[in-house]
């Protein structure tokens, strides 16, 4: 296999807390066991909901933790005019489409579609924008009508043919779009999504291992398509375990008494917090 190239890649939408600790060594052992590189990205496209104080705090928890990283921060608020232009080429096309359904509308639609709607990455869209005639569309995207852009994966598979993608430990898995349907690549206040940030920066930064939990796992099947799509290198993929607490849930950001910061005020050196994320 070529060099390991991975990274961690957190939200300053709150304080690193002992899940995330855990997600970032998985990366961080697996290049620095095998000479590879460890990149760190911040994931901060929604604006509203991030905060540049978090991002600071990121920084700090993983020095103190001696988690180091190779090449500058890549932040991506800074290159959202490169995402524009990958959906633009995605626009050009055809293979997206914009959806004018609000939430609760589609919320409503699934419920009478009354088929399996609910995927392991939330709601399936039904659909229903992707029917509408061009010259509606047209009028309404004139008319500066609210919208989103949508993946068409049934068109993109069209283009692509059958998809795998393969894991670390030698897997491969076909993919299959219909865990997550039509998914959003882009949005009217923001002008990216997780899915087409996360697999353009994958490309750019030269990513050969993506590390990330086990829960973004289904997310894989809609980013194998979009790097087909686009040309991009397709890496292997390393979905860790999700860390538990000792009640058996697992980590998240509500949970305020194991962030990094709490721990290191009650006291604890960084070999604790790096046992407690080593169970
Ligand atoms: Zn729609």
Redesign the pocket.
């Given at each position: 296999m070529s060099v390991i190239v991975t990274r961690f890649a957190p939200s300053p939408t709150g304080l690193l807390h002992i899940g995330h600790v855990f997600s970032a060594l998985e990366g961080w052992h697996l290049a620095r066991d095998h000479g590879g590189r460890f990149l760190l990205r911040i994931e901060d496209i929604d604006r509203a909901r991030c905060r540049d104080t978090f991002e600071q705090a990121i920084l700090e928890d993983l020095a103190w933790l001696g988690i180091d990283w190779d090449e500058g921060v890549r932040r991506q608020s800074d290159h959202l005019a490169d995402y524009a232009s990958a959906l633009a080429e995605l626009r050009a096309r055809r293979l997206v489409y914009?959806?004018?359904?609000t939430r609760r509308?589609?919320a409503r639609e699934v419920e009478l579609a009354q088929t399996a709607p609910h995927g392991p990455l939330g709601l399936i869209?039904p659909?229903?924008?992707?029917t509408?005639a061009a010259a509606e569309v047209e009028a309404r995207l004139e008319a500066g009508d609210h919208?989103?852009w949508?993946l068409d994966v049934t068109r993109a598979m069209e283009e692509t043919g059958p998809l795998a993608w393969r894991t670390l430990d030698g897997s491969t898995i076909p993919v299959d779009t219909g865990i997550a349907g039509d998914v959003v690549l882009a949005r009217k206040d923001i002008p990216t999504s997780y899915h087409l940030a996360a697999t353009h920066d994958d490309h750019v930064q030269g990513v050969t291992v993506v590390t990330r939990g086990c829960d973004l796992a289904p997310a894989t099947h809609v980013h194998c398509l979009i790097r087909r799509l686009m040309g991009w290198k397709e890496p292997l993929h390393h979905h860790h375990r999700l860390l538990v607490g000792e009640d058996g849930r697992r980590h998240a950001k509500r949970d305020r008494s194991v962030t990094v910061r709490s721990l290191r005020e009650a006291g604890l050196t960084p070999e604790d917090v790096l046992a407690m994320a080593r169970p």
């Open positions: 914009p959806c004018f359904c509308q589609i869209y659909g229903t924008c992707r509408l919208h989103a949508r």
